[in-house]
């Protein structure tokens, strides 16, 4: 046994995978996770999760990873994360923000600076995706001292789902320790920012998407621009799709953001680029009734940095929580005995602000980057 | 505390002291281990260090006495720093110090200033003044070796600790913290402070683990056994007179024993409590302790409470409860606790019980809890309900927050029921076993739900209501239940927890973003909305006007004067009276004025200020801002729900419980050695490769050699592990070293616990008696750490040719087989004449032999190299010194793993020295030199001197050259003999006369030398005389001719 003192702790299933192994990874403490699709006709775990445990192990130096022979039960050993140019073909079941978002958890603290080539699916329906993950997730963490020039999330090539394809570069600079934040007044909105992309179909789509999806937020805001986004040849990918990913800034550097995608090729009903964008600005709207400082995707990122800040009091302001993100704040207090504060903040009467907003509050565990070399 | 003679408790003690008073004997001098611990504190942060020096009364001299301390002063101040305090005790009076001095000594302490030192503000650590085995005893009986549960309590210091963490034990080991209670301060501060001298009633001897008679221990209380004179005269029992300091002095025996041997009386004037009659009651209380470990399931948490308590155990059960249901505690209502209260068992324990007995029993009897409980609680129970096991419970809670999460306000109730139903269900469908105590749930959870809907919602209670499972969540889901429709109502729990693994919020609420109303309901979310009052671009405007409405342009020499304000104010108060508003304007004015000039004073001063405002100043006032954040965010909030957001803060007397603790923790206690919990990070309990940075000692008599076990001390722990050390080459290479350089730093692997980079360590060879060298090995600082190590040492493998082309040579030797080769093509070869070369291929006829290519043509006499690195593995030792389970007296006496060189010094090996090592006598043969050949060409050329002449010495005669040897007749033999004898005779004569005739020839060389002489001196005097006739005639006629020529003429 790697720990002195503690036997690690054990789960049941599958569900939240990532937050577990990460959690782990950060904490130092071995997982146990059983009955993982037990009662399944095909039990065990997936392709997507076993090259999600793949791309872990190429991060980390020393994990010990058992998988039992149904691949029902998965006991984890995390050893030190290393980082350094990694390469990674993700499984195309799932895209590659399923990957990115734990690498974005897990970046911070490497030995040395990540360089991840990520290949497989860029944009799918079911996970948050690259663009949306470049411009809310990056800005978020460099709210608590991550940044630098080296902090980029760079899509070389598109792939949509089923086929894949895409390539996406992630690099991400090494911190010591995590700035404690005070996010607690997000902003009025002062810009929409999107990017509206197509491959392998044509090009008129990311018109036709902008227009519709410029048509419900001119309501609010003129300062309105969504880029288009297509690309060619063997930038492609394998699939043809198109999609949109809209952002919204705040006067304090927050970002509020909604996507959408097209159906998989073969997948089910084909939708109009035009329903695809209206609805999706609708998506956005409703993240502004959501409101917060963090946008609902990146929820459980926020709560991690502050968890692993200094021993300082942290706050931010969130929308509703995810049912993602409560899973999330169990985990971290069975990983790190740390419990939020949670206020509920409700509207007055006269706003206009959109719904109820949680004021989450924690003292970090003084958590230090103990892979980083020291000369 | 008093620091031991021991290198472990002085180890122990500079990790946590604040403040150290450093007795010097000054009759004496300085000693080893003052040097000692002066280097262990340097390396483990600097705590402040105060010198006392004692037996100043053995001077009888007065100046050598100043010169005495004048000396250790300075060499003091070297050690720690200039003008470090130094203090002067002059000596004994009666056995004790004099009680001025010891005065002023107190007040120095008191008003010493700490410095922050990094470990110990990065980590929670406890100085443990009291121990209780909480075991039972019948456990003890059956088992004496079993593992024990023992409570710690102590002054929280450091970070916050939180519970449920890990700590060390140094001297014993890693542990996970059983539960984390706080209890009041067992010395509190008085009241008032700024006095000079407490009064009587404030006096307090708070002396733990010191053997001061009478007390007894209980939960959390402690009780001292006063005879009822005493009473009255407390100021005595405070101050520690000789026969305290002596009890204090001489106690060795343990709490247990103590306690046996003490009488109690709870009150004054009671009876007081045979020894018997505790040791009962603690027994009770143990057992029940004990049932409790039983039932325990260390990794669920929820077994134990089918346990069913019978009254007389109730105080018994709820502690044992307070292990884990510290949580639980918090969310009781008070109420509940008075009542209990009232029924004379500490309150919270009683509740628990409660709780307890509520959860395992049947939904009947809720109610009879029911009103003292949160619905909170029960809506987390609820959740709970969900989970099919223990471990589970996370995903399924999961699962049921997100129902309620989406649930709508409105149809929140009847779809909550909804829900139920189906989880009853399911929970149906699951083993029975262990859901026995959430029948019920969907009741509460409704009541829960009625009663967060009238009551403005108590947050905490919501969230950390009851159980420890509890988490936000709860309150979360109650509390936006508005928010949100049921999204996956219709999934089985089972599903739930494989369910589709997906950070996204997917949002189906009923939001119609058509309509208007529902599009205004975000409308100020955007620039182009309304803004606040404070920020309006309005409200802006004009305090900008206000600000800097005033200005005089200078080129035109216009004025502009800002919009008065005071018209505006006028409108608005016309309805007044007059005279009124004239004095409330005139007063608003002058406080606008004052409040402008207030206001472009500071915009002046920030702006002056920028200019040398530094860095670090910015860092300053960010750390400020910080912490007062800090105290502000839960500085509102009661103990017992604050310690659940932040941990246990420090400055609490807190009670740590640790199950499965050594027996010898126990049964070899010994108070005088300090007991220290030091608190963990998130993965210091692992176990690692950590790479530091090493120096020998300079004082350290001896260099350290690698892969000699070592005892280091890191961090909290103390430990022996096998060190490798290494110097780093210009490429990075980390070359293996056997010994540590001589004054140098040099790197060095071990294994061993994680910590953080940048700790301090030292490293001893023995922690074993004292001796009377400087015992501190080495010192350095951890730079990295990983799961594995970079080591190399210098490998050279070495071939032989066996068949040379010209360039091309095979080589053999060097590998054993093809595959060897195959893994080392293309590395270079050299030869140790220096010729390089290249490995190309693997040949097949001897195995292991190579083709390779050299620069140039070798010889079979060469030898071929191959220099490569060979990757060295650290050896995975750590055995943490376990000094703390000696038994009493022998503390110091732990040894590990012993070195190469002690253990064959003990067991009186000697190394069989290489033969070819040893020294021999030299033995020379004598020197054969060749014949010089000349060729016969070069000899006919040469000059009849150099040519080599016959020189070698005639051989025998050949036979037919030998001559037969004549015999002569007796006859002939007498002529013969007659012939020599004449010859012999005639040569003797010849001698003689030869010599006579040499004598004479000599003679008359002589003779005729003289006359010759003769002969030549008469010749000379005949020629004298005629050239001076000559020279006559001469001068005559030449003076004839100058007088007589003319006669001539």
New interface residues.
């Given amino acids: 046994n790697?720990?002195?003192?503690?036997?690690g702790l054990?789960?049941?299933?599958?569900?939240?995978?990532?937050?577990r192994l990460v959690l782990s990874t950060?904490?130092?403490?071995n997982v146990k996770i059983?009955?993982?699709?037990s009662?399944?006709d095909e039990p065990g775990l997936r392709d997507f999760e076993a090259s999600f445990i793949r791309l872990l192990d190429k991060v980390t130096?020393?994990s010990r990873i058992e998988i039992n022979q149904t691949g029902t039960v998965l006991f984890y050993q995390p050893?030190?994360l290393y980082g350094g140019p990694v390469e990674h073909d993700c499984n195309p079941q799932r895209s590659v923000g399923?990957y990115l978002?734990a690498l974005l958890m897990l970046a911070p603290f490497m030995?040395t600076p990540l360089k991840a080539t990520l290949k497989g699916v860029t944009n799918d329906p079911?996970?948050?995706t690259v663009d949306l993950l470049k411009s809310t997730a990056l800005p978020l963490m460099k709210k608590f001292g991550i940044d630098g020039e080296a902090f980029e999330i760079k899509v070389v090539k598109r792939g949509m789902a089923p086929g894949g394809g895409g390539e996406v570069v992630f690099t991400c600079p090494v911190r010591k320790t995590i700035k404690?934040v005070?996010l607690t007044e997000p902003g009025?909105?002062?810009r929409i920012r999107g990017v509206a992309y197509s491959v392998r179909v044509s090009p008129q789509m990311g018109n036709r998407i902008v227009e519709s999806a410029r048509s419900?937020l001119n309501?609010?805001?003129?300062d309105i621009y969504i880029y288009t986004d297509h690309m060619k040849g063997t930038n492609s990918g394998k699939s043809p799709g198109f999609g949109l990913t809209l952002v919204a800034e705040t006067?304090n550097g927050c970002f509020l953001s909604a996507e959408m995608s097209s159906t998989p090729q073969g997948q089910g009903e084909p939708v109009l680029p035009e329903d695809l964008g209206r609805n999706c600005?609708?998506?956005l709207?409703?993240?502004?009734?959501?409101?917060g400082c963090v946008d609902?995707?990146n929820q459980?990122l926020a709560l991690l940095l502050m968890t692993l800040g200094q021993?300082?009091?942290s706050?931010v302001l969130l929308g509703?929580?995810?049912?993602?993100t409560?899973?999330f704040?169990?985990?971290i207090?069975?990983?790190?005995?740390?419990?939020?504060?949670?206020?509920?903040q409700m509207p007055l009467d006269d706003?206009?602000?959109?719904?109820?907003k949680?004021l989450m509050?924690?003292?970090g565990?003084?958590?230090?980057n103990?892979?980083?070399?020291?000369? | 505390m008093e620091c031991n003679n021991d290198i472990n408790a002085m180890i122990d003690l500079a990790k946590v002291a604040d403040l150290v008073l450093m007795l010097i004997d000054a009759s004496f001098g300085f000693e080893m281990e003052t040097f000692e611990f002066l280097n262990i504190c340097q390396v483990h942060g600097f705590p402040r260090i105060m010198g006392v020096l004692t037996h100043l009364d053995s001077f009888k001299n007065n100046k050598s006495l100043r010169k005495t301390k004048k000396t250790l002063k300075h060499r003091f101040w070297t050690e720690v720093y200039q003008g470090a305090k130094l203090f002067y005790l002059s000596g004994m009076v009666y056995g004790e110090y004099q009680t001025q001095e010891v005065k002023n000594l107190g007040r120095f302490i008191s008003v010493m200033k700490f410095r922050p030192l990094v470990w110990q503000t990065s980590h929670p650590y406890l100085l443990v003044d009291r121990m209780e085995d909480l075991t039972d005893p019948e456990q003890v009986r059956t088992d004496p070796k079993c593992d024990r549960t023992v409570s710690l309590y102590g002054f929280l210091r450091g970070a916050h600790l939180k519970n449920k963490g890990q700590v060390h034990i140094p001297g014993v080991g890693d542990f996970q913290v059983g539960d984390v209670g706080f209890l009041s301060d067992p010395c509190p501060l008085p009241d008032a402070r700024k006095k000079r001298a407490l009064n009587e009633k404030e006096r307090l001897l708070y002396a733990p683990m010191a053997g001061v008679g009478g007390l007894v221990y209980d939960k959390d209380a402690v009780y001292i056994d006063l005879p009822a004179s005493h009473v009255n005269q407390l100021q005595e029992e405070a101050r520690p007179t000789t026969e305290l300091v002596q009890s204090l002095i001489d106690t060795h025996s343990t709490l247990d024993t103590k306690m046996a041997a003490s009488k109690v009386s709870l009150f004054t004037g009671s009876a007081t409590l045979d020894p018997t009659h505790i040791s009962q009651h603690q027994h009770t209380r143990e057992k029940e302790m004990l049932e409790e470990q039983s039932v325990w399931d260390p990794t669920t948490n929820r077994e134990r409470r089918k346990v069913i308590f019978t009254q007389e155990e109730e105080e018994d059960v709820s502690e044992e409860d307070d292990s884990e249901g510290s949580d639980q505690a918090d969310d009781e209502d008070d109420v509940e606790c008075e009542e209990t209260a009232a029924g004379g068992a500490p309150p919270q324990k009683k509740q628990k019980l409660k709780a307890e007995t509520g959860r395992s029993g049947s939904c009947a009897e809720l109610p009879a809890f029911a009103d003292s409980e949160d619905e909170l609680e029960m809506s987390e129970e609820e959740e709970e309900a969900g989970t099919p096991g223990d471990s589970g419970h996370s995903s399924e809670e999961n699962e049921e927050s997100e129902d309620e999460l989406t649930d709508d306000d409105d149809d929140g109730g009847e779809e909550l029921g909804k829900q139920h139903s189906e989880k009853e269900s399911e929970e149906e469908m699951e083993e029975q076993g262990a859901l026995k105590w959430k029948e019920g749930l969907q009741q509460k959870a409704a009541e829960a739900f009625l009663r967060q809907q009238e009551a403005a919602p108590n947050l905490r209670k919501l969230v950390y209501g009851s159980v420890v499972e509890v988490t936000e969540s709860e309150e979360e889901e109650e509390e936006l239940g508005g928010l949100f429709r049921v999204s996956r109502l219709q999934k089985s729990k089972k599903l739930q927890a494989n369910a589709l693994d997906c950070s996204r919020f997917h949002a189906d609420t009923g939001h119609d973003w058509d309509v208007q109303e529902v599009l205004d309901s975000i409308r100020d979310c955007f620039v182009t909305g309304k803004w606040e009052e404070g920020q309006d671009a309005a409200t802006l405007l004009k305090q900008d006007e206000e600000l800097y409405g005033d200005f005089e342009d200078l080129e035109t020499g216009e004025v502009h004067v800002s919009q008065p304000q005071d018209t505006q104010d006028d409108d608005d108060d016309d309805d007044d009276e007059e005279p009124q508003v004239k004095m409330d304007d005139e007063e608003v004015q002058k406080n606008k004025r004052l409040e402008k000039k207030r206001r472009l004073k500071e915009r002046f001063n920030s702006e002056y200020d920028d200019g040398d405002a530094t860095y670090f100043d910015d860092l300053k006032e960010e750390l400020q801002k910080q912490a007062e954040l800090n105290r502000a965010a839960f500085g509102d909030m009661d103990d017992e729900s604050r310690v659940q957001y932040e941990g246990f803060r420090p400055g609490m007397y807190i009670r740590v419980e640790i199950g499965s603790l050594p027996c010898e923790f126990v049964t070899n206690f010994d108070a005088h050695y300090p007991i220290i919990l030091g608190g963990l990070g998130s993965s210091e309990g692992n176990l690692g490769y950590l790479q530091m940075r090493l120096k020998k000692h300079r004082w350290y008599e001896r260099i350290l050699k690698t892969k000699d076990p070592l005892i280091f001390s890191l961090g909290w722990r103390r430990f022996q592990t096998i060190p490798l050390f290494h110097m780093e080459d210009h490429n990075g290479r980390h070359r293996l070293l056997k010994y540590t350089p001589q004054h140098m730093h040099c790197g060095a692997s071990i294994w061993g616990p994680i910590t953080p980079q940048g700790s301090g360590f030292l490293a001893v060879q023995s922690v074993t008696g004292s001796k009377a060298s400087f015992r501190i090995a080495a010192t350095g600082v951890i730079l990295d750490l990983d799961k594995s190590v970079t080591i190399v040492k210098k490998l050279k493998l070495i071939g032989y040719p066996f068949k040379i082309f010209k360039n091309t040579c095979f080589v053999k030797g060097m590998f054993n087989t093809v595959l060897e080769v195959a893994k080392f093509e293309g590395a270079s070869v050299r030869t140790v004449s220096g010729i390089r070369g290249q490995i190309k291929k693997a040949l097949s006829s001897p195995a292991g032999a190579f083709r390779a290519t050299f620069e140039d043509r070798l010889l079979m006499s060469d030898i071929v190299f191959l220099r490569s690195w060979y990757p060295v593995s650290v050896p995975q030792l750590y055995n943490p010194v376990t000094s703390l389970l000696l038994p009493a007296g022998q503390k110091d006496s732990w040894s590990g793993m012993r070195t190469l060189g002690q253990l064959k010094h003990d067991l009186g090996i000697r190394n069989k020295p290489n033969p070819d090592s040893l020294y021999k006598p030299v033995v020379r043969a004598p020197r054969r030199f060749n014949p010089l050949h000349i060729p016969k060409e070069l000899q006919k050329a040469l000059p009849f001197k150099s040519k080599p002449k016959q020189q070698q010495p005639k051989g025998k005669t050949p036979k037919d050259l030998q001559r037969p040897s004549v015999i002569r007749e007796p006859h002939e033999r007498k002529v013969a003999a007659l012939l020599h004898a004449l010859s012999t005779v005639h040569n003797y004569k010849r001698k003689n006369a030869h010599k006579v005739q040499h004598a004479k020839h000599k003679e008359f060389l002589q003779q005729k030398e003289k006359d010759e002489e003769a002969k030549l001196k008469r010749q000379r005097e005949a020629k004298k005389k005629l050239y001076r006739v000559m020279g006559q005639k001469d001068q005559k006629k030449q003076r004839s001719s100058l007088k007589g020529a003319p006669s001539d003429l």
């Fill in positions: 790697n720990n002195m003192a503690s036997h054990t789960y049941d299933g599958c569900n939240f995978f990532r937050q950060l904490s130092g403490k059983k009955n993982i699709r009662r399944d130096n020393g050893g030190l399923y978002e030995k079911t996970d948050p404690p005070q009025k909105i002062k419900v309501q609010f805001l003129p006067l600005a609708k998506l709207l409703e993240e502004v009734y959501r409101g609902s995707s459980s021993q300082d009091v706050k509703p929580l995810s049912p993602y409560i899973e704040l169990r985990h207090r069975d990983f790190f005995q740390i419990m939020f504060k949670i206020e509920v706003e206009r602000k959109g719904g109820d949680v509050t924690c003292v565990v003084g958590y230090s103990i892979n980083k070399t020291v000369k």
